[in-house]
């Protein structure tokens, strides 16, 4: 069996247990939102704080690496955005701004985390994790913005402040991230019991994460917006990796295999906060929603199709 199928399998294996047990009601909808719940809130930020404060930054900052990953997220969205106004011109500029952020943003956390760490090994912590440090603060920011202008008639300094706060506020995962790269640069370590209590609690944030992934599809509403789905996942699956990979191979050199996490996270499907967003702000929630189900399910192949380009870095 290719090594790319070997790494894949068993992230759709544990997809495919949550799945089915919501479909055949093992648990209800209400206990998949609990599972969400332990990952985002408990388990995810043990496992990226503890991470984080374990990576040594490199003495030169990698400014190669945050430009291909970040650069190629902001081009993705970008891409979403003009695609838009082609196949759904009837769209107002918040609802452009969603289909703009499930263009360009990964779901990182549920399963871009347990992918490549499951794909790669421990190696692929260092450059992963550096570009995750700064994902969400950047990507948020932005989107929370863009937001702001579109759907306030006369938006201010003074009330665009607030609103990027309310979407900052309470994301444990930010936090944990932030934290933990301040933290790796008093060089002070982890005393042993909290370096395990943390990497214990962290253990557990990849197969339930993979889990709640899986019952939380169970529950979405595929056929909302197929249309915008449809192109808004393909900008996602194709246009986003292939841009990464343009980045970090031919424009900034990086290493092999930083070259391998920074395309295979840009293949990750759409992001779950692209339906928190769309939700908030009343902005095409269904696309949203359908988005992240026919990405997820489409991400299946093309991720498999990266991890064989890089098989030579796989574990």
């Known amino acids: 069996m290719p090594a790319s199928l070997n790494a894949i399998l068993p992230v ?48 030169v900052i990698p400014w190669g690496l945050w430009l291909s990953y970040y650069g190629s997220m902001f081009s993705a969205m970008a891409v979403g955005v003009a695609v838009s106004y082609l196949f759904s011109p009837e769209r107002n500029f918040a609802e452009r701004t969603i289909i703009g952020f499930g263009s360009g943003f990964s779901n990182t956390v549920m399963l871009g985390i347990p992918v490549l760490l499951t794909a790669f090994g421990k190696d692929a912590g260092t450059p992963l994790f550096l570009i995750l440090a700064f994902h969400g603060l950047l990507f948020f920011t932005v989107t929370t913005i863009l ?52 990497e214990l609690l962290g253990m557990s944030a990849i197969p339930v994460a993979l889990v709640a992934v899986g019952g939380t599809l169970a529950t979405v509403e595929v056929r909302r917006s197929v249309n915008v789905a449809t192109y808004v996942s393909a900008i996602k699956l194709v246009v986003h990796p292939l841009i990464a990979y343009a980045l970090a191979a031919w424009v900034f050199g990086l290493p092999g295999l930083w070259v391998a996490v920074v395309t295979v996270l840009a293949a990750m499907p759409t992001g779950v906060f692209t339906s928190v967003f769309a939700t908030r702000y009343d902005a095409a929630p269904g696309a949203a929603s359908s988005t992240i189900m026919i990405a997820t399910l489409g991400g299946a192949v093309t991720v498999a199709v990266w991890l064989s ?3 030579e870095y796989l574990q």
């Open 147 to 198: 937001l702001e202008l579109a759907t306030q008639h006369a938006p201010t300094l003074r009330d665009m402040v607030p609103a990027v706060l309310r979407s900052l506020s309470g994301q444990q995962v930010m936090i944990a991230l932030l934290a933990g790269v301040i933290w790796s640069t008093t060089g002070l370590g982890l005393a042993a019991p909290i370096d395990r209590f943390l």
């Open 309 to 311: 380009v890089f098989g």
């Open 12 to 59: 759709i294996g544990l997809i495919a247990v949550g799945f089915f047990a919501v479909r055949r009601g093992v648990f209800a909808e209400k206990q998949t939102d609990i599972l969400n719940r332990f990952v985002f809130v408990i388990a995810a930020p043990a496992l990226l704080f503890r991470n984080t404060a374990l990576t040594e930054i490199p003495d």
